[in-house]
């Protein structure tokens, strides 16, 4: 009986615990109920009205029920006669019509959310990017009328502040899926279609986004960041990010780039103004300039990206990067070189 008794209450606390994290008591920073753009504002609203309609049919449910049980120990059986069977006829009738009136009311007014999100969007975008996914990670193409204008970038969305971006989704491989709780609800990127979602971020930050359908082994390490700049701020990065990769500025980093070039490295990744094209993993013209490596696994420091070279399987286990065993010292210069990518 007593352990019965603890299983009960491990259940209770965890259901607690469960409740708590799902209406955002935990950490606030990635959170559908923190919005910080139009999308994730009503979305927010919808989620707002849900919980507190839910909430007040639970409680009068759960006050009835008690109310009854209380009753029906008090009184002796109570005599059935027309009247009290008239009397509960009609109460069921109320409380059905009440029901299918509740949940055709929040059945509407998610149908006029998603309507006003899409109307919201209909304007001429500010900003395209092709957000393209690939177990497991993104790449976000800025595009541009000329194509040596257009840009990509790896595991990191820079927008500017308060422009509406349209986001056209592609995938490479399976389906994934966009969400960035903050900034707008999910869409998935499907094979042979390409989707859409807008994002219009109110104040410049650093949003948290990752792929919110099962994609295979690392789904989990598929996130991505958004990151909100004022204006000229995110003309500034657009612009660096359109110069071809700095040219080695001493030995070490030049060492670096002979091995990058004379190991498997350069067979899948591109570094532009090198001989580097290989077009199966991430672009690094910028690796140094990005905050994460590994699609948000590891921040972007000199020994996590001599350890994710080393052994990525260790670190994403199933990813698609091999192992490249190289001398200490090579690793070295060539953790110097891709760091020096700003
Ligand atoms: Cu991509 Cu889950």
Not at 7 to 33: I, M, T, Y
Not at 279 to 296: C, D, K, N
Not at 312 to 341: F, H, I, N
């Amino acid at each position: 009986m007593r352990v019965r008794a603890r299983a009960v209450r491990e259940f209770l606390v965890r259901g607690a615990l469960a409740a708590s994290v799902l209406a955002g008591c935990a950490p606030p920073d990635q959170s559908a109920l923190h919005p910080a753009g139009m999308h994730a504002e009503r979305i927010a609203g919808l989620i707002t009205l849900f919980i507190v309609v839910a909430s007040v049919v639970w409680l009068t449910v759960m006050g009835m029920l008690a109310f009854a049980v209380v009753r029906g120990r008090r009184r002796t059986a109570p005599a059935l006669d027309d009247a009290s069977r008239r009397r509960a006829r009609m109460a069921v009738l109320a409380a059905v019509s009440l029901t299918v009136l509740i949940l055709a009311g929040l059945f509407g007014s998610d149908l006029y959310v998603g309507r006003a999100i899409a109307a919201s969007t209909e304007a001429e975008p500010e900003l395209t990017i092709t957000v393209t996914g690939s177990q497991w990670w993104w790449e976000a193409r800025y595009e541009h009328v000329e194509a040596q204008m257009q840009v990509s970038t790896v595991n990191e969305l820079h927008v500017p502040v308060g422009r509406r971006v349209l986001i056209k989704l592609d995938t490479r491989d399976v389906i994934h899926s966009m969400w960035v709780p903050n900034l707008n609800g999910k869409q998935d990127l499907i094979p042979g279609y390409t989707n859409t979602i807008w994002l219009q971020v109110d104040s410049a930050g650093v949003y948290e986004g990752q792929c919110a359908e099962y994609c295979g082994h690392q789904h989990a390490r598929m996130r991505l960041l958004v990151i909100a700049q004022p204006d000229a701020e995110f003309a500034a990065w657009l612009a660096q990010q359109r110069r071809p990769a700095a040219a080695p500025a001493d030995s070490l980093q030049r060492r670096g780039l002979d091995v990058f070039l004379s190991s498997t490295c350069a067979m899948c990744h591109t570094i532009r103004g090198t001989p580097a094209g290989g077009r199966v993993g991430p672009e690094l013209t910028h690796l140094g300039s990005r905050r994460t490596i590994a699609a948000g696994t590891l921040a972007n420091t000199p020994e996590n990206l001599a350890r994710w070279i080393r052994a990525p399987q260790q670190v994403k286990p199933g990813v698609r990067m091999p192992a490249t065993p190289l001398a200490a010292e090579d690793l070295t210069a060539l953790v110097a070189y891709l760091r020096s990518l700003q």
